[in-house]
């Protein structure tokens, strides 16, 4: 295979990446990351050709890092990594080993010191964040005449992969850059909430660079509004999603015509049989096969409940929604009290947001309910409608965060299915190779939520 050699602030980012994935293993500098082999002449890279190459290549790897393989394992993916980290998911231990789980590892605690699915992810993801941002250069530089919505979908892109960091992992998480005239900035560690800052402003230069593109710039107000959510800041995130209409739907898209590119293929629709979707787990989980709920379609096989929601290798996933919108406006009305409004929204949803209507919610779980349960309904609603789609975890952390409630009464809790007992702990830690490579990263600065 040919690799074409990215101009040098390009190739640096790989360099780092690359780093950070073989420090896992075997802690090195990054001066002795090698360049690839077989390369193409770097000023093929230097054109417009070079730009459009790195815009595409950074739109496929996102799809990867959030649905698909990722970058080196099956469970190298947001959303599948996410969702057996919380209650969503679970391995089928009928044709995988206890070991092959996410939930093994957080059973362990997800020990820097030893090797588990959350550095790999977290590689990827940093690995899908430079490849956007400097996507976004390299078209501004060598393809100014194109739309300018192509740099606003790169900056919600990585928009995205700063909300899964700082949704998944502790509070810590550097952003280095790769300059054009200088070697790498090491990001010193930054808090969840600054994280979440600069995912938001990002949206904001998405949605400012996609004005000629309705598309793209409602992916950028649902991004800011989700950020802003995990910021607190209820009514912001409303007005953020407000001209958001619910029939909007932003899909990461797959296909089996390109042979042995596992980015390309979504792992949950590839091999429904390897993730079993879990029923009330750890006794904190969500009763998903029970409640008999359209959102979350099944398929039971040999005791095992699979999800039918990804069937082939073509299957879409949702990054952004319309529904999604409107379950921050819902929120956002719940915060203020506004209960008539919040359940009005809620059931408006339900009646006409699926294919499927859904009863509208009673009021002894609505109007008439203490504060608590109504924080339940809303948090439950908003699990059903984006079950599978990587929004469970940000929302676990969420209730802890800021709702008061405790890690042990959030996440499972007892004995695993790996038969060993659960971490509670909120977020995976930071790789250690993120440690030993980056002089400017601490590693966690803390493990709340």
Request: some cysteine; proline content about 5%.
């Amino acid at each position: 295979m040919t690799i074409v050699r990215f101009p040098r602030e390009i190739a640096t980012g790989l360099a780092l990446a690359s780093a950070l994935a073989a420090a896992a293993c075997s802690p090195s500098s990054l001066v002795d990351a090698k360049p690839p082999i077989d390369i193409v002449d770097p000023g093929q890279a230097n054109s417009y050709q070079g730009a459009i190459a790195l815009r595409n290549t950074a739109i496929t790897q996102f799809a990867g890092v959030f649905d698909g393989f990722g970058q080196s394992t099956a469970n190298d993916s947001y959303v599948v990594m996410s969702g057996q980290f919380t209650d969503e998911f679970q391995p089928n231990f009928t044709i995988l080993p206890l070991g092959a789980d996410a939930r093994y590892e957080k059973s362990r605690g997800f020990s820097t010191t030893l090797e588990n699915p959350g550095a790999s992810l977290y590689t990827s993801l940093q690995f899908v964040r430079m490849s956007a941002q400097n996507g976004r250069g390299m078209l501004a530089k060598y393809a100014p005449s194109e739309p300018a919505a192509w740099r606003g979908r790169l900056a919600a892109l990585e928009g995205y992969t700063e909300l899964f960091l700082s949704e998944l992992y502790c509070s810590g998480i550097p952003l280095s850059t790769i300059p054009t005239d200088a070697d790498v900035q090491y990001g010193p560690g930054l808090t969840t909430a600054q994280l979440n800052e600069h995912a938001a402003a990002l949206f904001d230069t998405a949605a400012t660079l996609a004005s000629d593109s309705a598309r793209i710039a409602r992916l950028a107000r649902i991004g800011r509004g989700r950020a802003l959510l995990n910021l607190g800041r209820y009514a912001d995130a409303a007005s953020a999603v407000s001209a958001v209409p619910t029939s909007y739907v932003y899909t990461t898209d797959h296909t089996t015509a390109v042979s042995g590119n596992g980015a390309l293929t979504n792992f949950l629709g590839y091999d429904p049989t390897r993730v079993a979707v879990t029923e009330r787990e750890g006794g904190n989980g969500l009763d998903w096969v029970s409640a008999n709920d359209p959102r979350v379609v099944l398929l039971t096989s040999g005791g095992v409940r699979l999800q039918q929601k990804y069937t082939n290798a073509s299957a879409s996933t949702v990054l952004a929604s319309g529904i999604e919108a409107r379950l921050i406006e819902a929120e956002a009305a719940l915060h203020d009290n506004d209960i008539p409004g919040w359940t009005t929204a809620l059931n408006t949803l339900r009646a006409s947001g699926g294919a499927t209507p859904i009863a509208a919610l009673t009021a002894d779980s609505t109007t008439t309910a203490v504060d608590s349960m109504r924080v339940g309904v809303m948090f439950r609603e908003r699990a059903f409608w984006m079950f599978g789609t990587g929004h469970r975890q940000g929302d676990m952390r969420r209730l802890i965060r800021q709702y008061g409630r405790t890690a042990d009464k959030v996440y499972p809790n007892g004995i695993s299915g790996a038969q060993l007992p659960y971490n509670t702990k909120p977020p995976m830690e930071i790789p250690q190779a993120e440690i030993d490579n980056n002089p400017e990263s601490r590693g966690c600065i803390n493990r709340d939520a």
